[in-house]
């Protein structure tokens, strides 16, 4: 399989959507996507909480349970490092030894706060956030691991100073830049300024959100693509909807009954469900 190194280097942008868990790394994996993203922000919702209340361990473990029947290369939302620049040696290597193929960190205070969901940045110094990325760079074990900086610089201050930054963190050792355009003047100038490889967070519904094609946003150098919100968005919305309906009279009549066998037949295909029965059948169950 090839390295998410490799892949970024490559004709195509990267796209990768957003898993949680086992069962979405799957679905994504047979939909045909190359790479997965363990967003920060949605591991938050999923715990009735945000991204400043989570951990490394937290985060190691949804690795592990996804990296337990996926192989593809998992991005990690490393919100700001889960410290300082000392800190950033035990990031590093947990973050290698629980098989993540990159790590994106970002110029934000530690704790982080919540008011970074609703547009209000506390960045750090540009001259601590590089001896961070120095740090990571130093601490990697791997040299296939991908150290992505991210500054929150474009709607903290200004493009200059995300400029700025973005620089320092290149020039400390990053191998990719992560910034976030408003619109699609901003990521012309920005992959005109910094070149590639660039990371692009994109907003709800994919690129269709960014005003151009993945195509457009690669040859101006952003090589990674990622989603951090569709998925989770989606999730919510028909869980919400399902609960609403059954919360009436506990029963689902929208939908025909028959579909839900045929759902049940999807999902058993996508777990693997007649691999482990035919294990049975070879031993346990003989006869």
Not at 44 to 65: F, I, S
Not at 191 to 217: F, I, N, Q
């Amino acid at each position: 399989m090839q390295s998410l190194r490799a892949m970024i280097a490559g004709p195509e942008p990267v796209t990768v959507p957003l898993v949680l868990n086992p069962m979405m790394a799957k679905l994504a994996e047979n939909a045909g996507f190359r790479a997965l993203y363990l967003g920060g922000g949605a591991s938050g919702y999923m715990k009735v909480h945000l991204e400043a209340n989570l951990t490394l361990t937290e985060m190691c473990q949804a690795a592990l349970d996804i990296r337990t029947v996926s192989s593809l290369p998992l991005i990690l939302d490393g919100a700001a490092g889960f410290g300082d620049p000392m800190h950033m040696r035990r990031t590093i290597g947990m973050t290698e030894a629980a098989g993540f193929a990159a790590i994106e960190i970002e110029d934000q205070i530690l704790p982080k706060r919540a008011h970074h969901h609703v547009g209000i940045e506390h960045m750090v110094p540009a001259e601590l956030m590089a001896a961070k990325v120095k740090e990571c760079v130093a601490a990697r074990r791997n040299p296939e691991t991908v150290i992505i900086a991210r500054t929150n610089g474009v709607r903290a201050s200004n493009m200059d100073d995300a400029l700025r930054r973005a620089e320092a963190y290149r020039e400390a050792g990053a191998d990719v830049l992560l910034l976030s355009p408003r619109n699609p003047e901003e990521i012309r100038h920005i992959g005109e300024r910094l070149g590639g490889p660039l990371m692009y967070l994109c907003k709800p519904g994919g690129v269709a959100s960014s005003g151009m094609t993945a195509a457009d946003l690669h040859s101006l150098g952003w090589r990674i693509l990622a989603d951090p919100q569709t998925l989770v968005l989606a999730m919510y919305e028909n869980a919400r909807n399902v609960y609403a309906e059954m919360a009436k009279d506990f029963a689902v009549t929208s939908r025909p009954l028959a579909d839900w066998g045929t759902l049940q037949h999807e999902l058993h295909d996508a777990i693997g469900l007649d691999i482990l029965l035919d294990i049975e059948k070879r031993t346990v169950e003989k006869g």
